[in-house]
């Protein structure tokens, strides 16, 4: 007996080729010569003139019926093999099991298959989480919402002016008067203190998460393999449709 596995291996080319041929119909169908033959005699009345009777033959190349025959067997077996899956599918089921636990039981095939997509795009979204930066001690800020950390130590830097300030260089003589010039000094009058916070996530639980992300995504996966492990439920609808369809 066939697992539901090795029905969805083949769907896919079985589709493939059914769209292929109505394609291919659908193309012959629309070429109206295809379907038109005739046989043009030229009959003299004259029995001296009989020999210049002359037959044309243009020949019938196909028929709708046989376009629509070319059709059946492929169709009828793709039409088949999706009831089938279908039909199994509703009794392909398996436990999702996390390291041990649980988390849902008879979980169907299809949803466990929409669930390995889902957390794959999730995780892409995990991947572009930032981090906070290295070389700074980081600390939770209970004063703040959760998530959000301080830096430990803030960063001062000084606020400063330029001061005037005058300066003998050469000291009064008897024939000179003393030599003093301005210059700028630079005094501090305040400071800067930067206290940093950020609403990054550490690396390590970032990793943590991924990392959770990947055993579930592993779970789902192997239940899908083993749901996709039942024996298929025969289901046969193709012939049925088409008889019906081309009935006289």
């Known amino acids: 007996m066939s697992k539901l596995h090795e029905i969805l291996a083949v769907e896919g080319s079985l ?11 659908l193309h012959t169908l629309d070429k109206e010569s295809l379907f038109k033959g005739q046989v043009r005699k030229l009959e003299m009345f004259r029995e001296e003139d009989k020999a210049s009777e002359i037959t044309d033959y243009q020949e019938l ?7 629509l025959n070319y059709l059946v067997k492929p169709l009828t ?11 199994t599918n509703q009794k392909a089921v398996a436990d999702l099991v996390v390291e041990g636990k649980t988390l849902a039981t008879g979980v169907p095939a299809t949803f466990l298959l929409g669930l ?12 572009k989480i930032p981090t906070l930066e290295p070389g700074i001690n980081w600390l ?3 004063q703040n919402r959760p998530g959000v950390f301080k830096a430990e130590h803030s960063i001062v830097q000084m606020k400063s002016r330029k001061d005037p300030e005058f300066r003998t260089v050469a000291e009064a003589t008897d ?17 800067y203190v930067t206290s940093t916070y950020s609403g990054k996530m550490t690396p390590l639980e970032k990793a943590k998460k ?4 990947d055993t579930v995504l592993n779970a789902a ?12 439920v025969k289901f046969n609808v193709g012939n049925a449709v088409i008889d019906f369809i081309n009935k006289g």
């Open 15 to 25: 589709e493939t080729a059914a769209k292929k041929l109505i394609k291919e119909s």
């Open 61 to 67: 190349t196909t028929t709708v019926d046989e376009n």
């Open 77 to 87: 077996k793709w039409l088949d093999t999706v009831a089938t899956k279908d039909a």
């Open 116 to 127: 390995e997509k889902k957390l794959a795009a999730l995780r892409e979204v995990y991947i």
């Open 140 to 142: 939770a800020d209970e």
């Open 175 to 191: 024939k000179h008067p003393a030599q003093v010039v301005q210059v700028e000094r630079t005094v501090d009058v305040g400071r």
């Open 210 to 213: 991924l990392e959770r992300i």
């Open 221 to 232: 996966k192997q239940a899908r393999m083993q749901a996709n492990n039942i024996e298929i």
